[in-house]
Every structure is written in structure tokens, then in C-alpha cells.
């Protein structure tokens, strides 16, 4: 049913319409950057700064209490980063920061190896205040702080460095947010004068960037996070190759993601109203209550997706997930794109 009502969408968005007018493309990257990305960025930073003071708390003086609050502020720190993850460009690029920030999917188990060799050393160094900058991304990301919490949460040296690592996380978060928002900063760079600047030739290249990350997002939860841990058969479903798979969040995560891609064509002078400028309205309302929908039914999958891939009663429903999501990129790269007149 869902994909008889993507492809009337695409019927009716791909008939002209009355009113047609050029999309704005300044106004859609302000849009977006004001009213999703950076305060996307900003929560992300809240969140890691919570999980900072939860994790260093919980060290100094373990507890069931203060594991729990510790626990739930990772919860909070991953989707908060779930939320900023679907920008690709810009500041998060510079220096591989969103590797540090989240090296997944890690096949060749270059995490794994790097963090037992650190819990072997044991090196005070390494959690010392700056001890992790220079070091592998495997090793400083929010994936080895969730391995930290649910593999070694008795060994007093690796409590210290998931601390290290929630403080190395709160410092590239804020200094992602500071180069978007300085008077000079990437933020300016989305309007480029007559001319282009350092970073785009026009507002056109940027909102090139953004319908990109749109559809890259697509591919992500497609690729590596629904298809990898599903196999091409039940005999291959494979748990461990899922998103957070210790602390449960695989759904969360990828509900998220869709969820924030909603918001861009939801906030005012987004997406939405860009295909309403285009004449192409139906397909803006459309995109917007599709993302939304697709988040639910993520949502609506009632045990981890862990498990999910692997039980015959659930695993149709991730298949069902999986389609959905298919839909969109399709809708986002064959409708969206025609109609604003940008290229993925």
C-alpha cells in the first residue's frame, strides 16, 4: 500500500503545474542550517557534555543509580548524534571528525583491536585531559564508548577512558557548532556573494550538498543498517553487524535519522517549500509525512533489531522497513531532484 502511494506521489509531482517558480536556495540552506543543523549540532554537544559528567561521576564512585544515569545518557548522546549524523559536509568533514565521532561499520574489528590493546597498556596518559587526541578514530569514538559500558564495566581503567572518550566527544561537538556559527563561519558560506566563495560557486552547490547528505543518509540505513545485519536469507542474518547492537538502539537510531530528514522539509523554507515553489506541493507534503511514517514503523518493531533480523515473527517487518526506506530514495533522488533541478 505504502508503495502505490510513493509512486502516485511521483505521478502527481511530475505534472506540471501552475505557478512555477525557481526554488530559493538561499533561503532552503539558511533554513535548514538555522532551523535543523546547528541546533542538531548544539544538542549533540548538550548530550555529550551530560554523558561526560554522568560517565566521570559513575567512576569516581560507582553505583546502580549512576550506571543507569550513565547508560541513559549515552542513549541520549547517540540519538542526539543520529540527529546531526545526515549532514556529510562542512565542519563535520574536517580532520575525519565524524569517524571520531563514530567509527562504524567497523568489519575488520580495527576498534576492537585497538581498545584491547589500550585496556592491556593500561597507559595513564591516554585518559589524561587531551590523551586521546592524535589517537586512532577506532578508539575515540561513541561505538568504543558503548563497548567500554556493557563489555568492561568492572575494570576501573576502562570507566576511566570511556570518560576520555565522552570528553573527547563533547570537545569536537562544540568545535563543529563554533565553525558553523562564527561570523565567518560555514554557515556564512551557504549564501555565496556574486562570484562564489572558498566553499560554493553559488547557493545552488550548497543545496547540492544537502540533497547529497539526504540522499547518502538513504544509502546508510539501507546499506549498512538495515541490509548488512539482515542478510540475503534468514541463514545469514547477522545481529552483531547492527547499529548499537549492545545497548538496543538500532531502531532508535535509524528512527531518528529519518525523523530529522522529516524536519528538512518540514522548517520553514526547507525542502517542502522549495518543491511548493517548484509546483511540485503534493510531493513536498508527501516526502515530509512519508519520512515521518517510515520513522514510526522503525519504532513500531517491538524487540531490538538484533534479535529482530533473526526471529521469523519480526523479521518481515525489518524486510517491510527496508522497503519503505528504498521508496524514499527513490522519491529523493528521481522526484526531489527533478523537481528542484539538483543533482545527487
Known amino acids: 500500500m505504502r508503495q502505490i502511494i510513493c509512486i502516485v506521489l511521483f505521478l502527481i509531482a511530475a505534472g506540471s503545474a501552475p505557478g512555477r517558480a525557481a526554488p530559493d536556495f538561499a533561503k532552503l540552506n539558511l533554513a535548514l542550517a538555522d532551523g535543523v543543523v546547528i541546533p542538531a549540532y548544539r544538542a549533540f554537544a548538550a548530550r555529550a557534555q551530560t554523558l561526560s559528567e554522568a560517565t566521570t561521576a559513575w567512576c569516581a564512585a560507582p553505583s546502580a543509580d549512576r550506571q543507569a544515569a550513565t547508560r541513559a545518557a549515552f542513549r541520549e548522546a547517540m540519538l542526539a548524534w543520529q540527529r546531526a549524523r545526515p549532514v556529510i559536509f562542512g565542519p563535520v568533514a574536517a580532520n575525519s571528525r565524524a569517524l571520531r565521532i ?57 570507566c576511566s577512558l570511556a570518560a576520555a572518550i565522552a570528553r573527547f566527544q563533547q570537545d569536537i561537538a562544540r568545535q563543529i557548532v563554533a565553525e558553523w556559527t562564527a561570523p565567518d563561519g560555514f554557515r556564512k558560506s551557504l549564501v555565496p556573494p556574486a562570484g562564489g566563495n572558498a566553499s560554493y560557486a553559488s547557493a545552488k552547490e550548497a543545496a547540492t550538498d544537502f540533497l547529497k547528505s539526504l540522499s547518502t543518509t538513504l544509502d546508510i540505513v539501507i546499506d549498512q543498517k538495515l541490509e548488512a545485519p539482515l542478510g540475503a536469507i534468514f541463514a545469514e542474518a547477522a545481529p ?105
Not at 105 to 131: F, K, S, W, Y
Not at 256 to 272: C, I, Q, S, T, Y
Not at 326 to 333: D, S
Open 240 to 344: 552483531r553487524r547492527a547499529e548499537s547492537w549492545r545497548s538496543g538502539l538500532s531502531l532508535d537510531n535509524i528512527a531518528a535519522n529519518l525523523e530529522v530528514l522529516a524536519d528538512w522539509f518540514a522548517v520553514p523554507g526547507g525542502f517542502r517549500d522549495q518543491l511548493g515553489r517548484a509546483g511540485a506541493e503534493a510531493l513536498g507534503i508527501g516526502m515530509e509525512k512519508a519520512f515521518r511514517a517510515t520513522a514510526l514503523q522503525a519504532r513500531a518493531i517491538s524487540i531490538p533489531l538484533a534479535q529482530a533480523v533473526a526471529d521469523p515473527a519480526h523479521r518481515p517487518q525489518v524486510k517491510a522497513l527496508l522497503e519503505e526506506v528504498r521508496n524514499l530514495r527513490l522519491l529523493v533522488r528521481e522526484a526531489v531532484s527533478s523537481e528542484l533541478g539538483l543533482s545527487v
Open 102 to 158: 563514530q567509527f562504524w561499520p567497523d568489519r575488520r574489528g580495527t576498534g576492537e583491536r585497538h581498545l584491547r590493546r589500550a585496556l592491556a597498556a593500561a597507559d595513564p596518559a591516554l585518559v589524561a585531559p587531551g590523551g586521546l587526541a592524535g589517537q586512532s578514530v577506532a578508539l575515540q569514538g561513541l561505538g568504543t564508548f558503548e563497548q567500554l559500558f556493557h563489555d568492561h564495566a568492572g575494570n576501573a581503567y576502562a
